[in-house]
């Protein structure tokens, strides 16, 4: 296999797209293509001050050494969610990223869920009969709601997770099969500030596939953490996307066109307008963040009956 653009020897086959590539010609068309959806989506301009949530994972240090190469101004935030003790999962993940940021001398807060509201993620599961249920919810929750907060305290004019393709599927595939229309309504790459408390949220990698991050950050020199969080195991998502792989190998492009069509889909307006609308939103009685609940937000509720 060769190299669409120079005929050397190719780095990556990606048959869903007909294109091949060396090593050289790849590193410059993953930001290329970045740049486009970045414009196309209309995310962030560079006047505006971004803020990229990084796990320690390929995606986010990708997405991360990708904006910085685009030329934008975007700065780092890992939280500390206290998974697996000392250097277990989550001390590991810091130690990639803080050396990510280090090697670049880039600018990165951290933010430690037990330092700040007294419980780690673990111990917020085992308190909880929602975190006993379900580990990961939990932390969804915690992490929206640190991350909306740095943005909003930093004064950053939006935030960038390390979704990709395969997550947005993954996550459409499992809305999809229960209809969840709420939530139908509000997937998509760019989540508009309903609220004035509540800052913008982009993914800029939702177009590329899992493999081609993975094959970016390998072929950047990106050290990322490979473990895989422990609570996820089993975890539906993960089963969602074995049988999206199976759909793909046999027809090369099913998750692209099952989520670009999801989105022409929405712009055609087949699903019904939201019934939450943004005045309806009051501010947390415990920590001022914008929430649908009478009283306080379910982080505050969360963190608080521990
Ligand atoms: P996940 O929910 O683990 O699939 O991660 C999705 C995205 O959320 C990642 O690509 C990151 O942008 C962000 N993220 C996940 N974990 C953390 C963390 N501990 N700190 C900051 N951002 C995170
Ligand atoms: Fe949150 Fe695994 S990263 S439960
Ligand atoms: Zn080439
Ligand atoms: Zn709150």
Not at 9 to 21: D, S, T, W, Y
Not at 43 to 69: N, Q, R
Not at 210 to 224: C, F, V
Not at 240 to 253: A, H, T, V
Request: hydrophobic letters at 35%.
């Amino acid at each position: 296999m060769k190299c669409k653009t120079c005929g050397e020897k190719a780095a990556i086959n990606m048959r869903q797209h007909k294109l091949a590539l060396c090593k050289e010609h790849y590193l410059s068309w993953i930001p290329a293509q970045a740049q486009r959806f970045i414009a196309k989506y209309k995310m962030f301009s560079p006047e505006d001050k971004i803020l990229v949530a990084i796990s320690g994972g390929k995606d986010s240090l990708a997405l991360w050494d990708i904006l910085i190469k685009l030329g934008y101004q975007a700065d780092g935030l890992y939280i500390g969610l206290g998974i697996d003790g000392g250097f277990g999962y989550s001390d590991k993940s810091l130690h990639f990223c803080q050396r990510f940021a280090d090697r670049r001398g880039l600018k990165m807060i951290v933010v430690d869920v037990a330092e700040t509201y007294g419980s780690s993620i673990p111990e917020l599961n085992s308190k909880t009969p929602r975190g006993k249920d379900k580990p990961c919810a939990v932390c969804g929750t915690s992490k929206r709601n640190l991350m909306n907060r740095v943005a909003r305290e930093g004064n950053y004019d939006v935030l960038a997770t390390g979704h990709n393709l395969d997550d947005e599927a993954a996550v459409l595939f499992g809305n999809t099969l229960n209809w969840l229309d709420n939530y139908l309504l509000r997937q998509g790459p760019v989540l508009e500030a309903e609220h004035s408390g509540l800052v913008r949220k982009v993914k800029p990698l939702f177009r590329f596939y899992e493999r081609e991050m993975a094959a970016y950050a390998l072929l950047k020199g990106i050290d990322y953490i490979y473990d895989e969080c422990p609570h996820s195991e089993g975890a539906k998502t993960i089963y969602y996307k074995e049988i999206l792989n199976q759909l793909e190998s046999n027809r090369p492009g099913t998750k692209l066109i099952f989520y670009l069509n999801f989105l022409k889909a929405k712009e055609r307006g087949v699903f019904a307008e939201p019934e939450i609308r943004k005045e309806e939103m009051k501010a947390c009685e415990s920590c001022g963040q914008p929430t649908m609940a009478p009283h306080k937000c379910a982080f505050c509720r969360l963190v608080e009956n521990t």
